[in-house]
C-alpha cells in the first residue's frame, strides 16, 4: 500500500501493510513456490497488499498439520479445554473489533459500520455460542436386545475439514465456519475468497494468540485452484462450503467420488411476499433492507418481491423513492451505508443484469445502469425493476447486487406460484398481519428459512441454510455441530 488511507487507524494499516504468510501449523509461512497474488479497496480500486498464493504443496502441509493436531495436542484436549479457547478467542475478537471491522471495510468494500454493528457481534457470538457445546457431545447407552450385553455410542469428531467461504461476509463467514467444527473436535484448512484475504489472516493471529495448538486451525490464502486441491486432498473428511451453486455442485460431485462429509450453502433468488392485509410501512422497510442490505452481495437478499395488486404501486412507488436517495459511498466512512460491490469482476456482472433487464423489456424504476469501466470504486446504486416476467434472467438468477424485481399477483396462490418457481430454497418472506396466511404460507414456501413479517433475522442457535439448489445441510446450532461428528457404536460382550 503506497499511501495511507483516509479513516484507517494505524493498527489496521499496520497489518494491511505487513507481509502476509500462509498459516500452517501455528507459523506465518510464505508459499511454498513464493507466489503471492493482490487484493484490491474495492471503494477506490487501488492495490491493497499482496496476499502469498497457495499451491499443492501448501495444501499437504496444511492438511499434515491439521492432522498431527488431530491425533496429537487438540485432540488430547478435553472438552471443557476446547470451550475455553473458543470463549477466549471471542474475547480477542472483541478486542479487536474496530481494526476488525476495518480490515474487512478495506479488502471487502463493506460499509465500516456495518461491520461494527452486524459483523464483529455476530462472529463474537458465534464462537460464545458454540464455546458451549463441546461440554454437552454426548453418546447414548442403547438398550439392545442381546443379553450381558453393554452398547453405547460415542461422538466423535469427523477429522481434518476443509472450510472454503466466500467474500461477501469474510469474517463471520471464518466464524460459521470455525466454531462448530472446533466444538466438535476436529481441525481446519479454512480458505478465505481470493478478493477479501485479509481478516482471515488477521483472525489466525488471534486464533493463535488464543492459545489453540498449532495445527488445529490452518489458512490457505489463494484462489479457486487453492480450494480445488484443498477439497480434493485425500487427507480431508469433511468440506464445508459457501459460495455459488455452481461450485457447490463440482464440490458435491468429487465429496461424492471420495465419500467425504459435505455442507453446501449456496446461492438464492428468495421471494418477498406482501399481502394486501400487510402493515406496509414495515414491508416497505423490510423488502428495502432485505435487498440493498451489504448492496445485495447476501445469500439470502430478498431479491423477488411480489405484492398483491392492491398494494402494489404503493410499496414499489415508495421503494422506488428511498432506492433513489439512497447514497452510495467508500466503506471507511462512517456514514456509508451502501459500499461498492467487492470487486471489477462483481462489477461487472451486476452491469450486464442491469443491461439484460432492460433489453429484455424490464422497467427500471430506480438505480441506473453504472459506466462500463468503473472510475474508482466498484460503486452500484440500488435499482429496482418493474415489468417483469417470470423468465426473465433478472428474475431467474442470483444477481449478488443490489438489484430488486418487483412483480404483482392477484391472490395467493398466485403469490404462492410464483414465489416457489425457482431452482432456488434458501429464504422467503411473508408480510401479513393474519396469523392464519403467515403460518399457513411458511408451510407452504419451499425455502429453508421463513420470514414472517421480519427479513434476515438471525441466531447463532437457529438452523441456517436452504433447499433444492441453494444447499445441504444447515449451518448455526445443534445442526452444524452434528455435521462435525460421527457417531461410532461400541459393543462390549459382559459376560467376561
Ligand atoms: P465462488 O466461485 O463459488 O467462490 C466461493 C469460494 O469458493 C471462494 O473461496 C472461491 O475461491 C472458492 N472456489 C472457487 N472455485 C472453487 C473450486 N472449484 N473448488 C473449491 N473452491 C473453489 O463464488 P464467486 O465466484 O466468488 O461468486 C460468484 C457468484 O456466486 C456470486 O455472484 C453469487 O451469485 C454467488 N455467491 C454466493 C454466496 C453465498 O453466500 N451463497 C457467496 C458468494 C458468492 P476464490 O474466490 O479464491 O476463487
Ligand atoms: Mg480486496
Given at each position: 500500500m503506497n499511501s495511507p488511507v483516509p479513516g484507517l487507524s494505524s493498527r489496521a494499516a499496520e497489518f494491511v501493510r505487513r507481509t502476509h504468510g500462509l498459516f500452517i501449523g501455528g507459523a506465518f509461512v510464505p508459499a511454498a513456490d513464493g507466489r503471492t497474488f493482490p487484493t484490491y479497496d474495492p471503494s477506490t480500486g487501488a492495490h491493497l497488499a499482496d496476499a502469498p498464493y497457495a499451491g499443492p504443496a501448501d495444501v499437504d502441509a496444511a492438511v499434515a498439520a491439521a492432522r498431527s493436531a488431530l491425533d496429537g495436542p487438540w485432540g488430547a484436549l478435553p472438552a471443557l479445554g476446547r470451550s475455553r479457547l473458543l470463549v477466549r478467542l471471542a474475547e480477542l475478537l472483541e478486542e479487536h473489533a474496530a481494526e476488525l471491522a476495518e480490515i474487512e471495510a478495506l479488502d471487502g468494500g463493506k460499509p465500516v459500520a456495518m461491520n461494527e454493528a452486524m459483523d464483529l457481534p455476530a462472529a463474537i457470538e458465534h464462537f460464545r455460542y458454540y464455546a458451549g457445546w463441546p461440554t454437552k457431545i454426548e453418546g447414548e447407552t442403547i438398550p439392545v436386545h442381546l443379553p450381558d450385553t453393554l452398547c453405547y455410542t460415542r461422538k466423535e469428531p469427523v477429522g481434518v475439514c476443509a472450510q472454503i467461504i466466500p467474500w461477501n461476509y469474510p469474517l463471520m463467514m471464518a466464524a460459521w465456519k470455525l466454531a462448530p467444527a472446533l466444538a466438535a473436535g476436529c481441525t481446519v484448512v479454512l480458505k478465505p475468497a481470493e478478493q477479501t484475504p485479509l481478516s482471515a489472516l488477521r483472525l489466525a493471529e488471534l486464533v493463535r494468540e488464543a492459545g489453540f495448538p498449532p495445527g488445529t486451525v490452518n489458512v490457505l490464502t489463494g484462489d479457486g485452484e487453492t480450494g480445488r486441491a484443498l477439497v480434493r486432498h485425500e487427507g480431508v473428511a469433511k468440506i464445508a462450503f459457501t459460495g455459488s451453486t455452481q461450485v457447490g455442485r463440482e464440490i458435491a460431485a468429487g465429496a461424492g467420488e471420495r465419500l467425504q462429509r459435505v455442507t453446501l450453502e449456496l446461492g438464492g433468488k428468495s421471494p418477498n411476499i406482501v399481502l394486501a392485509d400487510a402493515d406496509i410501512d414495515a414491508a416497505v422497510e423490510g423488502a428495502f433492507s432485505g435487498i440493498y442490505f451489504n448492496s445485495g452481495q447476501?445469500?439470502?437478499?430478498?431479491?423477488r418481491l411480489y405484492v398483491h395488486r392492491s398494494r402494489y404501486e404503493e410499496v414499489v412507488g415508495r421503494l422506488a423513492g428511498a432506492a433513489q436517495k439512497a447514497e452510495v459511498g467508500p466503506?471507511?466512512?462512517?456514514?456509508?451505508r451502501f459500499g461498492p460491490l467487492v470487486s471489477a469482476e462483481q462489477y461487472e456482472r451486476v452491469r450486464g443484469y442491469l443491461l439484460g433487464g432492460l433489453a429484455a423489456?424490464?422497467?427500471?424504476?430506480a438505480g441506473e445502469v453504472p459506466p462500463a469501466a468503473p472510475d474508482g470504486g466498484f460503486f452500484v446504486r440500488p435499482a429496482l425493476f418493474t415489468d417483469v416476467t417470470p423468465g426473465m434472467r433478472i428474475v431467474r438468477e442470483e444477481i449478488f447486487g443490489p438489484v430488486l424485481v418487483a412483480a404483482p399477483f392477484d391472490d395467493v396462490e398466485e403469490a404462492v406460484a410464483l414465489a416457489n418457481d425457482t431452482p432456488y430454497g434458501l429464504a422467503a418472506g411473508v408480510w401479513t398481519r393474519s396469523l392464519g396466511q403467515a403460518h399457513t404460507l411458511a408451510a407452504r414456501l419451499r425455502a429453508g428459512m421463513v420470514y414472517l413479517n421480519s427479513w434476515a433475522s438471525g441466531d447463532p442457535g437457529a438452523p441456517f441454510g436452504g433447499v433444492k439448489a441453494s444447499g445441504i445441510g444447515r449451518e448455526m446450532g445443534r445442526a452444524n455441530l452434528d455435521a462435525y461428528l460421527e457417531t461410532k457404536t461400541v459393543w462390549t460382550s459382559l459376560a467376561f
Open positions: 447476501t445469500c439470502i437478499a430478498a431479491s466503506a471507511l466512512d462512517r456514514a456509508t423489456g424490464a422497467t427500471l424504476r
